[in-house]
C-alpha cells in the first residue's frame, strides 16, 4: 500500500517569503506528526495531530511556524517569513492511535532552502 | 523532559564484522524505545522497538537490541554487517504518555569492503 507522502520533495525559497509544505498520512492513520531535520539541531518533534483533538504544538520553534490537518488527513505545514536557519529536510509522520504503541510511518522529507 | 545520547557519530568497520552502535536515554517516566535507519536521500524505517516484556528485541535485517534499564541504555547490534548497512542509525524514545519522538543526533555506520 502507498506510505506517506510529502510534496514537493525539494523547495528553495528567498529568505521572507512564507512556504507551504504538504504531508499525505496513510489511510486510517489518526495521528500525525511533523518533525525536523537539521545540521545544527538534529531531529526534533514540531507537531502531533491526533484527531479531533487540540494538536501538540510544543515543538514548534517560533509563531512563524503553524500546522493544520484537513478533515483528519492531508496536513500543510507552513513557514512565514521564511528565515535562513528554517533551512532543514521537514519529515512527516503517521501512525494508528493505538494505545501507548502507534508505530510512525516516516515520508521521505521535503528539504527547504532558504537563499 | 528526555534526552537521548548516541556516543558515536560515526562508526567505521569492515565487511562482515560485528558492530555495536551505543545509545544512552534519560527520562524521569517510563519509556519506548526505538531504532530507526535512513539511508542516503530516503526517509525514516523502522529497525526495531521496545514496549514491553523481553529486554532483547530483534529486528529487520539481522539487528537486535537489548533494553537496559539500569543503565538506561538500548544499544544495538548486529553480529555481521554488510554493505548495504551502510547508512544513518538513530535512537529515539517516547514517553508512555505522549506520542512526540525524542531522537539522538545520529551515528552514521560506513561498512568498508
Known amino acids: 500500500g502507498a506510505g506517506v507522502s510529502q510534496s514537493p520533495s525539494n523547495k528553495v525559497t528567498e529568505k521572507g517569503k512564507d512556504v507551504e509544505l504538504r504531508c499525505d498520512p496513510i489511510s486510517g492513520h489518526t495521528a500525525l506528526y511533523w518533525y525536523r531535520q537539521s545540521l545544527g539541531q538534529g531531529l526534533e518533534f514540531l507537531i502531533y495531530?491526533?484527531?479531533?483533538?487540540?494538536?501538540?504544538k510544543s515543538g514548534l520553534p517560533s509563531d512563524r511556524f503553524s500546522a493544520e490537518r484537513t478533515g483528519g488527513s492531508v496536513s500543510t505545514l507552513t513557514i512565514q517569513r521564511t528565515q535562513q536557519e528554517d533551512s532543514a529536510v521537514y519529515l512527516c509522520?503517521?501512525?494508528?492511535?493505538?494505545?501507548?504503541?502507534?508505530?510512525?510511518?516516516f515520508g521521505p522529507g521535503t528539504r527547504l532552502t532558504v537563499t | 523532559a528526555q534526552s537521548v545520547t548516541q556516543l558515536d557519530s560515526q562508526v567505521p568497520v569492515f565487511e562482515e564484522a560485528p558492530v555495536e552502535l551505543r545509545c544512552n536515554y534519560s527520562s524521569s517516566v517510563s519509556v519506548y524505545l526505538f531504532w530507526y535507519v535512513q539511508y542516503p536521500n530516503q526517509g525514516l524505517q523502522l529497525l526495531l522497538k521496545y514496549l514491553s516484556g523481553s529486554t532483547l528485541v530483534k529486528g529487520i535485517n539481522g539487528f537486535e537490541a537489548e533494553f537496559n534499564k539500569s543503565q538506561t541504555s538500548f544499544h544495538l547490534r548486529k553480529p555481521s554487517v554488510h554493505i548495504s548497512d551502510t547508512a544513518e542509525y538513530f535512537c529515539?524514545?517516547?514517553?508512555?504518555?505522549?506520542?512526540?519522538?525524542?531522537f539522538g543526533s545520529g551515528t552514521r555506520l560506513q561498512v568498508q569492503p
Open positions: 509522520a503517521s501512525s494508528l492511535a493505538l494505545a501507548g504503541e502507534g508505530e510512525q510511518y
Open positions: 495531530f491526533q484527531g479531533n483533538s487540540a494538536p501538540d
Open positions: 529515539a524514545v517516547r514517553d508512555t504518555g505522549r506520542r512526540a519522538l525524542t
